[in-house]
């Protein structure tokens, strides 16, 4: 591998063989193989389905793909391949290895389903082959010391991990297409059984993540399609509108649902993904059990699944109020289930007349398809068979019995639904008896646990549940933690799209130890309103910022649409939200990607204040991006390799650049780097950068930094007191704490000093916390009002300099006033402590105290230039040190007269 | 009568004398805590709920208490704590780091030093690994992991807060409030400081994620409260095990302050500093007085001790000079007085010294020229005379600029305390003119 990289040798490529076919359209020659000739080595021919190593940013690791059509245009100048990619382990997010749940094999690869990234390669960056095997997701890696095998176990589709159909793994001599469109450059998946599978169920098999009902219904489908090519009789005539409807269930109705349970719920996503590894594997085994029965009879199925679908199973629609919210959609799309319930109700098999009739949803020309590639199917199932070795057999079968016991419960669920709903209560309770034997699950037999979890397995105990065997020899911490995250109910979004976690010191996990008790809720009105006023309590829009929002939006959504890449700058005093701004925009580009209206991107995000020297920049970026870890001169030529290679397939990077100015270096090289690499062709960098002053690239950048920066700039301005008023009433939503006028006042002090709405904010929870003790008696606390929020914006807002004089002692008081006398007599504003001094005795003698010796008087002066009240020279220099007043001489006299 | 006795054993005096000076040793050293900050209740409460809040709800939150030196700061955070550490919700709840502006001078050392507090899992021992960068993202990333309803608060304390204000960008201080501000682990940062001004030191993107909050430590005591404080201070407390000596103790005690030259001295002292710390020292120094033979305070060690606090210590330095330094000091005082301050060198010092020689005919202090630059760098050395900045070494130590840095009042009082001065020196340092 090393040789061929290293080394650059000359490579010849040339096609070997004659064109299969001509593209008249496109003048396009298809070819089956081509041939790399290298000097001093022999030809190495390379065909369609092979597995390739393709050159990319770093030279040890070459992207791994496999060629699905090799063609070149007419007259032989460029060859080109059309490639389906897989990742190694290291280009994968660091933050998205731990879905994985295991630790990755250095060797593995996985198969990747992304359909917005360029799949098509000039033959030249094509080193050589690579032997790829499919190794079923259960078995473990081989110890072979065999270097250049790379194994493939799950698909990855920058979201979530899946299992990959082995068909699509191991047909290697599956003939190119010659069906398949010409318009290479649209990505598709490799044709195959489960290409077509994909086109009626969109997300393949790792998009089972999904709220349970639509996982049943899925499987039931794709049982369902492999079933009826393989028996083939139609069986239910009046079936046809429903395999509309199972479609529809497949793909529309699924992603509408996801939409909605997305938008409402955003943490159910977040538990679904975590259990997403556990579901998938019974996903594959359902696809391999599926080519098995390709080959048994009917009856077997029949056989094996009534006795699961007889077990006492629990009752079933047992919901946590966050799975309520998406229920009526459940409803919605459940047309298909109730197909089977219908079904169910008129046969005793459960499953084969439903499998019959909702897998009518198999198109015409798809059939046509299966039946071409039906041979290599059936080579794969002689391994698949063989690989089911006594020992595996245990979890598959079980699984299997959970699909079936999935389709079966969720029938039964049906049922009860029509039936009664008096299992609503017993529901409850089944569920709360659940929680607490989740150690129970570990120990007991898988099957048990299988009948308890049901249908509607609840997410977050099958997510605890993969975590116990995932990390089982994790220490307890781990478990805790997993636990009560699992447990927390509030769950703020904006956590959820913190990304990039970036990797820490090698065994080391950052993390502040679990408190022991439980936080104490909010008992009363204001304390309620103090806790929404907080500024760390993420609202959820933010008012008063549109128009800002809405450019910024668009401006990074055309730049992830258009694949290009820019800056812009962002600037505003602090506390006007424009870090909350941008990180809402990405929040909400976040959820656009995640419903596919936008190609997905990465965003990352950097602070200035939160790095120690401008140059650790470089090695954020790169932590965050890769996980790598490096000087910081290293990960700056990394980088500049990264953003400047020609890169055959990346996502968008948003990149966010928080207080800019404090990346300024004296050449100035941070900054000329970040806002060069937007401008490199193939980078696709979107640079957002935030500081505080308006003009800072006419200040501090020089004429190249500045130009590349470019002129897409975006002031925020300080709020308004309508808008600061606006805000806290939306933080307040409808909480009745504090008196109209109250707020005005805040406001519009506030408005008028900084326009802050931190500030804003500071001030009324003080209020709060004043109007709380004011009362007499604390149960029946009343509206925070005017007196309340005075006397907070006097503590915040007034100088202690004029109490703090008052409240000086005796000695301290004429030193002041003979400092200014001092200065009045010189006509300065400045003077040596033995000057003040003189004065200092004079001044005693009138006020008839005994005069202080010279310690003493140095004493004094200390303590008030400790105060600053007095601006000291340091102190070693005694009575020679000069003397300076740090208040006005109209507050010393302003105190002093008071008294 | 005996049962009595046997009720209030008598100690034997050396034994009362030995309890008295431990018990308010420990006051004066401030090793007891009161068991309630007096005369600052209302910060107290203020402070106490705060960080209840934190503990309790996990509401982040930034505090600082400012008050001039000796007013009772580390004293009422110290209160807060041990109260707050006495509930049952609390203690198991709260982490603390404390960390010293005069400690952690820089934010490398601060960073491994709250690393170490909170036993992160990159410390090893009592070694804390990784670079400075990555220990800040180490932390970082911990304490962002951390959410408010899970994470155990943090309580930062930072002690002379002022001095982390001048770390380089102020980094630590914006990450410890930037985390206070948004929903990460809950922290509460209470800063200590006696600055006034010390929110103008901060940076303003820090500044603005600083709550503002700021608890000011400004007492307005007078002087009949601080006679209280005087007494309660010296008085015994009712545990004392000899009820007799006890009361005689505090019979005594009382007598002592209501006597009218104690008063004074007690009068002077409040004038010139209301803070504790000095009044302690005073009474620190009477208590040292008190003995087998002495068993009580009387007012003339109250007028010794105030004397000694009172004493100029430079002017004593004076009375260890020769005759020869002295002189030298003299002929300073007469250039200052000549030439209004200006600096002067050796050379016009020995010229003045020489005048008066002259004058006076007397070869007793007819010294050679390096005896008398040996006295006047003995005068440098003990820093009555120091060289004006800027005059460097390029010039002769003959004609290096100096200034004095005496009043002249104290060289006109050392000289009447000097022993066994010669008295035409006196005259001459009286008389206006050399």
């Known amino acids: 591998m090393k040789y061929f990289t290293r080394m650059k040798i000359r490579r010849v490529y040339e096609w070997s063989g004659r064109a299969r076919s001509f593209n008249r359209r496109l003048k396009t020659h298809d070819y089956d193989s081509f041939a790399i000739s290298v000097e001093g080595l022999s030809k190495i021919i390379i065909n369609t389905g092979q597995h390739i190593l393709i050159e990319g940013y770093d030279e040890d690791n070459p992207y791994v793909a496999k060629v699905t059509r090799l063609y070149g245009d007419e007259n032989g100048q460029q060859m080109k391949a059309v490639v389906q990619w897989f990742m190694r382990v290291s280009e994968l997010p660091v933050n998205k290895l731990k879905l994985l749940g295991r630790e990755p094999h250095p060797q593995e690869i996985f198969y990747y389903e992304c359909r917005n990234c360029d799949n098509e390669v000039n033959v030249e960056s094509i080193l050589r082959p690579v032997k790829v095997k499919h190794l079923d997701s259960n078995d473990p890696f081989p110890d072979s010391s065999d270097k250049d095998t790379l194994y493939v176990k799950l698909s990855w589709d920058s979201k979530v991990f899946g299992v990959v159909n082995s068909t699509v793994m191991e047909s290697p001599a599956e003939p190119a297409p010659a069906s398949s469109p010409p318009s290479c450059l649209k990505p598709s998946l490799p044709i195959s059984p489960s290409c077509s599978q994909s086109a009626a169920t969109p997300r393949g098999p790792s998009r089972r993540v999904l709220p349970t009902p639509d996982h049943a219904i899925m499987q039931k489908a794709s049982l369902g399609e492999v079933g009826c090519s393989s028996v083939g009789t139609p069986a239910n005539v009046e079936a046809e509108s429903l395999h509309s409807a199972t479609k529809l269930s497949a793909s529309k109705c699924l992603s509408a649902k996801r939409r909605n349970a997305t938008a409402r719920t955003p943490g159910v996503r977040k538990r679904l993904e975590l259990s997403s590894p556990d579901k998938s594997v019974t996903g594959e085994e359902v696809l391999s059990q599926l080519l098995n029965e390709e080959l048994e009879s009917k009856v077997t199925l029949t056989r094996r699944l009534p006795p699961s679908a007889a077990h006492p199973l629990p009752v079933t629609h047992s919901l946590t109020p966050l799975r309520k919210a998406h ?65 595996v057999t245990e979890t598959p079968r079980s699984s299997k019995r959970k699909s079936a016991m999935v389709v079966s419960s969720r029938i039964k669920k049906q049922l009860n639904l029509l039936e009664n709903d008096q299992d609503l209560n017993s529901s409850g309770e089944e569920e709360d008896e659940f929680v607490p034997s989740k150690n129970d699950l570990l120990s007991s037999s898988e099957e048990e646990g299988q009948d308890e979890d049901g249908p509607n397995i609840d997410d977050q105990v099958s997510a605890k549940k993969f975590r116990y065997v995932a990390t089982g020899s994790g220490n307890s911490r781990s478990k805790r933690k997993s636990y009560s995250s699992a447990r927390t109910q509030r769950r703020t979004p904006a956590k959820k799209i913190s990304p990039g976690t970036p990797k820490t010191p090698r065994h080391a996990t950052p993390s502040i130890p679990i408190r022991s008790l439980q936080t104490q809720q909010p008992a009363n009105i204001l304390e309620e309103a103090r806790a929404r006023l907080h500024v760390s309590s993420v609202p959820e829009s933010l008012p008063c910022r549109e128009q800002e929002f809405q450019d910024i939006y668009s401006f990074v959504e055309s730049k992830i649409i258009d694949n290009t890449g820019g800056c812009m700058y962002i600037s505003g005093v602090p506390g006007t939200g424009k870090t909350a701004t941008v990180h809402e925009v990405i929040r909400c580009l976040q959820h656009a990607a995640d419903m596919d209206e936008i190609p997905s991107f990465h965003f990352i995000e950097i602070n200035g204040m939160k790095m120690t020297d401008p140059h650790q920049a470089y090695v954020q970026i790169l932590q965050k991006l890769t996980g790598q870890k490096a000087t910081p001169d290293h990960a700056a030529v990394l980088l500049e390799k990264r953003f400047s290679n020609l890169a055959p397939r990346k996502e968008t990077i948003v990149m966010l650049v928080d207080e800019l100015d404090l990346l300024w270096t004296r050449k100035q090289n941070v900054m000329y780097n970040l806002f060069d690499w937007p401008t490199r062709r193939h980078a696709r960098l979107v640079v957002l950068t935030i500081a505080n002053t308006m003009d800072l690239p006419e200040r501090i950048m020089i004429n190249r930094v500045a130009s590349r920066l470019g002129l897409t700039r975006m002031s925020f301005q300080p709020y308004s007191f309508k808008q600061l008023q606006e805000i806290i009433m939306s933080r307040l939503n409808k909480l009745k704490a504090f008196e109209e006028d109250a707020l005005q006042l805040v406001s519009r002090k506030v408005a008028a000093l900084s326009g802050d709405a931190r500030r804003c904010l500071d001030i009324c929870r003080r209020a709060t916390e004043i109007c709380e003790h004011s009362a007499a008696d604390p149960s029946s606390t009343g509206l925070v009002g005017m007196s309340h929020v005075m006397e907070a914006l006097n503590e915040m807002f007034s100088s202690a300099y004029i109490t703090a004089i008052r409240c000086a002692s005796t000695q301290e008081q004429l030193f002041l006033r003979a400092a200014i006398a001092e200065f009045r007599r010189l006509g300065l504003e400045e003077a040596t402590f033995q000057q003040v001094f003189v004065q200092h005795q004079a001044l005693c003698r009138i006020e008839g105290l005994r005069p202080i010796g010279v310690s003493e008087g140095l004493a004094v002066c200390q303590r008030l230039g400790a105060c600053r009240l007095l601006l000291l020279e340091p102190s070693h220099l005694g009575v020679l040190q000069h003397i300076r007043l740090n208040v006005s001489q109209d507050d010393i006299f302003y105190a002093l007269k008071a008294d | 009568m005996s049962k009595r006795k046997a009720r209030d054993a008598h100690l034997p005096i050396g034994e009362c004398i030995t309890q008295v000076q431990q018990i308010l040793r420990e006051r004066f050293c401030e090793r007891l805590l009161p068991d309630r900050p007096e005369g600052v209740e209302a910060q107290y409460k203020h402070l106490l709920e705060l960080l209840r809040r934190t503990a309790i709800h996990g509401e982040s939150n930034s505090v600082l208490i400012v008050g001039p030196r000796g007013a009772g700061k580390t004293m009422l955070l110290q209160c807060v704590l041990r109260d707050l550490q006495k509930e049952e919700k609390v203690q198991k709840n709260l982490l603390q780091v404390h960390l010293s502006g005069l400690l952690q001078t820089d934010d490398r050392t601060a960073l491994k030093e709250i690393t170490r507090q909170l036993h992160l899992e990159n410390v090893v021992g009592d070694k804390v690994f990784g670079s400075f960068a990555e220990n800040l993202a ?48 809950p922290i509460a940062v209470v800063g200590v400081t006696c600055r006034l001004d010390v929110l103008e030191l901060l940076e303003k993107r820090v500044k603005s994620r600083f709550s503002h909050r700021q608890i000011h430590l400004l007492s307005s005591l007078n002087f009949t409260q601080y006679l209280e404080r005087v007494w309660t201070q010296l008085s015994l407390p009712d545990s004392f095990p000899d009820k007799k000596f006890a009361q005689e103790w505090n019979a005594g005690v009382k007598t002592l302050c209501e006597d009218k030259s104690v008063e004074e001295v007690l009068q002077r002292h409040f004038n010139s500093s209301k803070d504790f710390r000095s009044l302690h020292m005073l009474l620190m120094l009477c208590l040292s007085r008190v003995s087998v033979a002495k068993p009580t305070i009387k007012p003339a060690d109250l007028l010794e001790a105030s004397r000694m606090c009172f004493a100029d210590a430079t002017a004593n330095m004076l009375h260890g000079l020769s005759i020869l330094e002295l002189c030298l000091v003299i002929a300073i005082k007469h250039l ?53 900045d800027g005059s460097s070494a390029k010039v002769q130590r003959e004609y290096q600029l100096m200034r004095l840095t005496l009043d002249h009042s104290q060289i006109m009082d050392a000289l009447q305390k000097y022993p066994q001065c010669p008295t035409d020196v006196k005259q001459w340092a009286m008389s206006a003119f050399g």
Request: proline share 6%; net charge neutral.
């Open chain 1, 327 to 391: 229920r009526p959609t459940g409803a919605r799309c459940g047309v298909p289930s109730s197909v089977f319930l219908n079904k169910l109700s008129d046969s005793d098999s459960p499953l084969s007349p439903a499998k019959d009739d909702s897998t009518r949803a198999t198109t015409v020309s798809q059939k046509k398809e299966l039946k071409t590639i039906k041979e290599p199917v059936l080579s794969v199932l002689a391994e698949v068979e063989n690989e089911k070795s006594p020992m």
């Open chain 2, 138 to 185: 180490f932390l970082l990333e911990a304490l962002k992991k951390g959410n408010r309803s899970s994470s155990c608060p943090v309580l930062f304390v930072l002690d002379e807060f002022d001095l982390f204000a001048h770390h380089k960008n102020q980094t630590l201080l914006y990450n410890l409030f930037d985390v206070s501000q948004s929903a990460q682990a």
């Open chain 2, 336 to 388: 200052n007085d000549v030439y209004e301050g200006e600096p002067f060198n050796l050379q016009m010092v020995h010229n003045e010294f020489k005048k008066f020689l002259h004058r006076k005919s007397n070869s007793m202090y007819n010294f050679e020229q390096p005896v008398v630059m040996k006295a006047f760098e003995h005068l440098q050395q003990l820093e009555l005379i120091r060289p004006v």
